[in-house]
């Protein structure tokens, strides 16, 4: 089992850029396939951002060219760094991970934070 403590979140302007970090610990036998998901009020949770314990990433068609997804495998540590910055990105952000399958964009991992705060305002 993994936990999973989101942070990096805040308030910024249009245009601006935050990073995200997760931070694992519990298991370190095991390698996990993680991604982040944001919910904005009213809507369903979307896929964001994946990465495979091989390090291939995908990230969504709404987030590409200003999201990019990484892990630090030492730290145990996964990042969304997020530049151009819109009002519609404005959510909560949450980082996932599974041990058993990569599951892409898709919410069906085992392991949730609780996650962080994102708006951005115009």
């Known amino acids: 089992q993994v936990q999973l403590v989101e942070s990096g979140g805040g308030s910024v302007q249009a245009g601006g850029s935050l990073r995200l970090s997760c931070a694992a610990s519990g298991d370190r036998n095991s390698r996990y396939y993680m991604a982040w998901f944001r919910q904005a009020p009213g809507k369903e949770r979307e896929g964001v951002a994946t990465i495979s314990n091989f390090g291939t990433a995908t990230v969504a068609d709404s987030v590409k060219g200003r999201f990019t997804i990484s892990k630090d495998n030492a730290k145990n540590t996964l990042y969304l760094q997020m530049n151009s910055l819109k009002p519609e990105d404005t959510a909560i952000y949450y980082c996932?991970?599974?041990?058993?399958?990569?599951?892409?964009?898709?919410?069906?991992?085992?392991?949730w934070g609780q996650g962080t705060q994102v708006t951005v305002s115009s």
């Open positions: 996932a991970a599974d041990n058993t399958w990569w599951w892409g964009l898709n919410a069906r991992y085992k392991y």
